[in-house]
């Protein structure tokens, strides 16, 4: 997608933006006590108008890392953020989700995100260290300049088996100023609703598991 695009376009990006700011002044007085922990720095755009986003030069790389300990076995959690060909069940926005394997045991993911009035494609090399980390680096180059999330597992607290600690880490940066934009406006929801989308699906896979509290970290 080329960054001449229509007026139709243009003014679908508009009333978003628009409907967005009006929800982030509504919401500002609660924000303090929703906020997600977050381990390391997050990297983010303030909430500004199309006109505004509309004067940036160029995209942005945009980085976010929350860590977490979950009421999930570590083994649970790498086997729901390990199936790729899942996500489109769960995962928000993601519309298709493929799996193949190379001759050499690569695994490549095909995904297809609808975030409308947009939806892209784009491939990902999968590397994983069972029960470990899960990799996913974007490869075709089409969509992304850059795009490679990172989830890391480790075993939760002694007195708490059933749980694990989880750090998730996403680093982008799209090729279309346009693409940028719009991350630009909506980048703030859509990460803070990636880790929740996993808890999720965790429980739905593990109902049975007695679940642990958020446990915060400072930074």
Known sequence: ?????????????????????A???RGNSKRANTS?????????????SFINLAAAVSARRME???????????????NVV???????HFVPWCKKSRVTKGQNG??????????????????????????????AVCTDGSLFSHLETIWRFAPGAKDQPASCKVKFYV?????SLLHSQLASVFFDEVVKQMV???????????RNQQEVPLRRRST
Not at 9 to 15: C, H, S
């Open 1 to 21: 997608m080329t960054n001449k695009t229509t007026p139709l376009l243009f003014r679908a990006l508009l009333e978003m933006s628009e409907a967005h700011s």
């Open 82 to 88: 390990a199936s790729v060909d899942q996500y489109q």
């Open 106 to 135: 690569n695994i490549w993911a095909d995904l297809e995100i609808g975030f409308p009035p947009i939806v892209e494609r784009y491939t990902s090399e999968v590397t994983i260290v069972p029960n470990h980390q899960v990799r």
């Open 64 to 78: 976010y890392t929350e860590c977490r300990t979950l009421g999930y076995t570590l083994e649970q959690m790498y």
């Open 196 to 206: 929740n989308a996993f808890e999720s699906r965790a429980a739905v896979l593990y």
């Open 23 to 25: 929800k982030v002044a």
């Open 36 to 48: 997600l922990a977050y381990c390391g720095s997050t990297l983010s755009t303030p909430s500004r």
């Open 171 to 175: 680093s982008f940066q799209f090729k």
